[in-house]
């Protein structure tokens, strides 16, 4: 009977790691959509993750899903449909439309964004040059610098709500990059600029000594002082916990920060220990794990221990979402996964 058990172990032990794999491998599959932005020559349409298509490739332009509703494009406008191809918001815009996250949507009208609901209503007039996704009922923007008599002035960052209200506390110049809590705060004298942080209440909590700063992001907000980048830490305040030593940095995703030094881009830890060497034109942030890098005008995707997972071929990328990213190539755009598996076909 043991010498029965010790031959059938390794068999059920194989089975075992092969149901295991198995499973590894359907949790990283399924952790596509269930419709995936598909183009197939110059239309689009959406696809499941075996690339069967589902919703008819009949569009110019298409995006993904997000919040049950995704922007597409049909005879040169902008609209939203839902998961059976029903069109739930009129084709009306001409220029772009982006993913719904909280609630609400940026639209495109001529060269500035806005933000519209579910019912297509336009919340927040198209008036800024550039945007964030709304978190925590905020939002950052950009007002463009251009004055539309043909002159232009600076362009200025600021923080909205939902209503489109700018957030302004009197004391400061300008109040923007809300997260975690904490707004960016700036009070000019002159010429001179100083940057700190203050809470939602406007209590200043840590002061305006800085000559730069982004918003908080994993509990470190990147400051500038004598030209050089690093980050502060909201508990111990003004202590730095990574030396101010970086030409450019970007804030803090998934354990690492993008930093720049000399014009080549890599990643620090949180204890300012590069963990990816500084070797690239340019670095995006990590989401779901993988981050795009550049290098000689081509992109790609690398994973935290620096090990390039997909190739740097592609003339443009953007960061994953929802287990897919946008890229382009030979001047057509195209989705991929974090395989590498392309959600397109040339005709």
Same mark, same amino acid.
């Given at each position: 009977m043991i010498n029965k058990l010790l031959l059938i172990l390794p068999l059920i032990f194989s089975l075992c790691l092969f149901d295991i794999k198995n499973l590894f491998a359907q949790n990283e599959n399924s952790a596509l959509p269930d419709l995936i932005p598909y183009r197939k020559g110059d239309i689009w349409g959406y696809c499941d993750k075996n690339k069967k298509i589902v919703l008819p490739c009949e569009y110019d332009d298409a995006k993904i899903f997000s919040e049950g509703l995704a922007a597409v494009k049909k005879d040169k406008m902008w609209?939203?449909? =839902?998961?059976?191809g029903k069109e739930i918001i009129s084709y009306s815009y001409y220029y772009d439309a982006d993913i719904f996250c909280d609630g609400l949507a940026a639209v495109r009208k001529l060269r500035n964004w806005g933000f519209i609901n579910k019912d297509g209503e336009e919340v927040i007039p198209c008036q800024y040059y550039g945007y964030?996704?709304? =978190?925590?009922?905020?939002? =950052?923007?950009t007002l463009s610098g251009r004055t539309g008599k043909g002159g232009y002035k600076p362009i200025e960052n600021l923080t909205i709500d939902k209503k489109g209200n700018k957030i302004a506390f009197e004391k400061y110049t300008r109040t923007y990059d809300y997260n975690e809590g904490i707004f960016v705060v700036e009070l000019a004298e002159g010429f001179d600029y100083k940057f700190g942080f203050i809470n939602k209440e406007g209590l200043e909590i840590i002061p305006l000594k800085y000559d730069n700063a982004h918003g908080f992001s994993e509990g470190l907000a990147a400051v500038k002082l004598n030209n050089k980048w690093g980050f502060i830490d909201k508990e111990s305040k003004e202590i730095i916990s990574v030396n101010l030593k970086y030409d450019d940095v970007k804030s803090f995703h998934e354990g690492l920060a993008a930093a720049e030094l000399n014009n080549k881009w890599g990643y620090i830890d949180n204890k300012g220990n590069v963990v990816i060497p500084l070797k690239y034109d340019y670095n995006g942030i990590f989401s779901e794990g993988l981050a795009v890098v550049e290098l000689n005008d081509k992109y790609g995707f690398i994973n935290m221990e620096g090990k390039e997972i997909i190739y740097l071929k592609y003339d443009y990328a953007e960061d994953f979402r929802n287990g897919l990213a946008r890229i382009e190539i030979n001047d057509k755009y195209g989705y991929i996964d974090k395989n590498g598996t392309e959600y397109f076909e040339e005709q």
């Open positions: 609209g939203y449909i =839902n998961k059976v964030d996704f709304f =978190n925590e009922g905020f939002a =950052n923007v």
